[in-house]
């Protein structure tokens, strides 16, 4: 099993995910670093303190598994899997690139420790809700978690499948909102409102709670390492309010940086700021 990491090594895990990602995304040209530095500290704190997985044997049956919905975020979740152990981090220079493995979006295929392709948006909570369903038919005690973004939270599969998991009793399945509160191209309350958003997926009988998506004590607390379910078969729901960008101060809460690639002297800035004090 992985070891699990205390909160002052979860948060430095998390610092190395952003550099790590930083330079990924800046080396292949690509998009989407304000979406992945919004949810680096769920990412630490699954694989370093909740997953119940084995980076050395990553198809282990009785592994957690987990979905990222928001695949556009893929820099940060390979970051993670190579920082915790899963493959070799030189591997880390093929994203984004011709002839590389790893690709813009989550991708399954050749890359341990991924167990579905995401990027299609709106998909991943249903992929998550079969899969916590066939932990149940197996009558095995897997966990499900699923990491999705506000914006999927405007497509009709999602609440589709939210409707269906405390149908199921699905008490083995966590959905974490990462709620930056801007999607691809405005604000959320500009583009579909969503509050109220807790009350909704309460409304929906799932478990919810509200947390601050960058407090590494909060997210562990909320995402429960010791397994324990919620009361009735529920499956649990966690807001995660979060900051798109967060970690460089040019970065945080604009929309310019779903899209743009950090080059240049923008890319030394945002280097120096996150190889700063923590």
Not at 28 to 50: K, R
Not at 178 to 201: C, N, T
Not at 238 to 256: P, Q, R
């Amino acid at each position: 099993m992985a070891e699990r990491l205390a909160v002052e090594e979860l948060k430095r895990l998390a610092k190395e995910i952003r550099l790590t990602s930083l330079e990924m995304i800046s080396r292949g040209n690509a998009s989407h670093i304000g979406t992945v530095f919004s949810c680096v500290e769920t990412l630490a704190c699954l694989y370093g303190g909740v997953l119940r997985v084995r980076p050395d044997e990553p198809d282990w049956s009785g592994r957690d598994r987990f979905v990222m919905s928001k695949g556009h975020g893929a820099a940060g979740l390979y970051a993670t899997l190579a920082l915790r152990g899963f493959f070799p981090r030189e591997r880390l220079k093929e994203f984004y690139v011709d002839g590389g493995s790893l690709y813009g979006h989550v991708t399954h295929k050749g890359v341990p420790g991924i167990d579905v392709s995401t990027g299609a948006l709106g998909h991943g909570l249903a992929l998550a809700v079969g899969l916590a369903a066939g932990a149940g038919r197996l009558s095995e005690v897997w966990r499900v978690f699923a990491l999705l973004s506000d914006g999927e939270c405007d497509e009709g599969s999602t609440w589709e499948a939210a409707l269906l998991a405390p149908a199921w009793k699905l008490s083995n399945l966590t959905a974490i909102l990462d709620y930056s509160k801007i999607q691809s191209l405005g604000r959320v309350d500009e583009v579909v409102p969503l509050e109220p958003f807790a009350d909704k997926w309460r409304a929906f009988g799932w478990d919810t709670r509200e947390v601050d998506g960058h407090d590494v004590g909060g997210l562990l607390e909320c995402l429960d390492p010791e397994g324990r379910q919620p009361v009735g078969g529920r499956p649990r729901c966690i807001i995660a309010h979060t900051i798109k960008g967060k970690g460089v101060s040019f970065m945080e809460d604009d929309l310019l940086w779903h899209y743009r690639i950090p080059k240049g002297e923008e890319y030394e800035r945002a280097r120096a700021e996150l190889e700063g004090p923590a």
